[in-house]
């Protein structure tokens, strides 16, 4: 679980934690992951849950990850792709002269799943979920300008992270095939950390506005749960909250700036390239 020292990460982890899965929460404090694990334990003393530090930003935190993994030779079932940022107020490059929301919010989640593949790809049942949005307007992602050099604007550079993200759940499970389910889910508002870099009077009023739409963290986090756990899930779906408490989310149709199938499969080609990581299914499984 990405993005899982707070928020719907460590709600959902809680959750899985408590239905007796071993559960890994990553991120890039380690303290913070520290605490979070023994909250956890507090309330549920035989939950088996433990921190790995993780920032998505950097391709060398990624693979440190995946080697740490990769050295216990444990199956994975489950990888929940979470963490996110939102507002940085300026053009930002990290290490690997990324923009820094498109590297934390798609990127370092490509590089982390392709990575991880091999040992998702030794579970009998593996699946893959990546939390994504629906803002107001979603883009048509502009490949060339995957880093906003032309037109930085911080709601904008989210906007283009989320519809990368949600071409990469869908092209992911078109070049799986039956080796995996990839899912994508939008779990709706919720209170969580998500606007900490945002500032000014106009995140202000967009906080506010939010604050009366939004549901519970764990509300919010029981879309993440069941795209994770219930068997009839679409492979290749989008899901969204139902809005009500006890409501299963639903299927919902993909927004059209992410029904390109050669944009999803361009967008691929570019991350490998980028990231140097090139994922690898099974012959059987491939379609491309």
């Given at each position: 679980?990405?993005?899982?020292?707070?928020?719907?990460?460590?709600?959902?982890?809680?959750?899985?934690?408590?239905?007796?899965?071993?559960?890994?929460?990553?991120?890039?404090?380690?303290?913070?992951?520290?605490?979070?694990?023994?909250?956890?334990?507090?309330?549920?003393?035989?939950?088996?849950?433990?921190?790995?530090?993780?920032?998505?930003?950097?391709?060398?935190?990624?693979?440190?990850?995946?080697?740490?993994?990769?050295?216990?030779?444990?199956?994975?079932?489950?990888?929940?792709?979470?963490?996110?940022?939102?507002?940085?107020?300026?053009?930002?490059?990290t290490d690997d002269e990324f923009e820094l929301t498109m590297a934390?919010?798609?990127?370092?989640?490509?590089?982390?799943?392709?990575?991880?593949?091999?040992?998702?790809?030794?579970?009998?049942?593996?699946?893959?979920?990546?939390?994504?949005?629906?803002?107001?307007?979603?883009?048509?992602?502009?490949?060339?300008?995957?880093?906003?050099?032309?037109?930085?604007?911080?709601?904008?550079?989210?906007?283009?992270?989320?519809?990368?993200?949600?071409?990469?759940?869908?092209?992911l499970q078109r070049r799986a095939g039956g080796a995996l389910t990839?899912?994508?889910?939008?779990?709706?508002?919720?209170?969580?950390?998500?606007?900490?870099?945002?500032?000014?009077?106009?995140?202000?009023?967009?906080?506010?506005?939010?604050?009366?739409?939004?549901?519970?963290?764990?509300?919010?986090?029981?879309?993440?749960?069941?795209?994770a756990t219930a068997p009839d899930v679409v492979p290749g779906g989008?899901?969204?909250?139902?809005?009500?408490?006890?409501?299963?989310?639903?299927?919902?149709?993909?927004?059209?700036?992410?029904?390109?199938?050669?944009?999803?499969?361009?967008?691929?080609?570019?991350?490998?390239?980028?990231?140097?990581?090139?994922?690898?299914?099974?012959?059987?499984?491939?379609?491309?």
């Amino acid at each position: 679980m990405t993005g899982g020292a707070g928020g719907l990460g460590l709600a959902a982890s809680t959750e899985l934690a408590r239905a007796g899965a071993e559960v890994i929460i990553a991120g890039r404090d380690p303290d913070r992951l520290r605490h979070a694990a023994d909250r956890v334990r507090a309330g549920l003393p035989e939950a088996r849950i433990r921190g790995e530090r993780l920032d998505l930003a950097s391709l060398a935190s990624v693979r440190e990850l995946a080697g740490r993994l990769a050295e216990r030779g444990r199956p994975l079932d489950l990888l929940v792709n979470n963490a996110a940022v939102l507002g940085i107020p300026r053009l930002t490059h990290t290490d690997d002269e990324f923009e820094l929301t498109m590297a934390t919010n798609h990127l370092g989640h490509f590089a982390l799943t392709g990575r991880l593949l091999p040992l998702l790809l030794r579970a009998p049942d593996p699946r893959v979920v990546t939390v994504g949005s629906v803002t107001s307007r979603l883009p048509v992602l502009d490949l060339p300008d995957l880093m906003s050099e032309r037109n930085y604007h911080p709601m904008a550079a989210y906007a283009r992270s989320k519809v990368a993200a949600l071409l990469f759940a869908l092209e992911l499970q078109r070049r799986a095939g039956g080796a995996l389910t990839s899912v994508a889910v939008k779990p709706g508002r919720a209170g969580t950390e998500l606007y900490r870099h945002t500032s000014g009077p106009i995140w202000r009023v967009r906080n506010g506005v939010d604050r009366l739409l939004r549901q519970s963290v764990e509300q919010a986090a029981s879309a993440i749960l069941y795209v994770a756990t219930a068997p009839d899930v679409v492979p290749g779906g989008f899901y969204t909250a139902s809005g009500g408490r006890g409501r299963a989310p639903r299927l919902i149709p993909l927004p059209g700036p992410v029904r390109d199938r050669d944009r999803a499969r361009n967008l691929w080609l570019k991350s490998e390239a980028l990231t140097g990581v090139r994922p690898v299914f099974p012959a059987r499984s491939t379609a491309v």
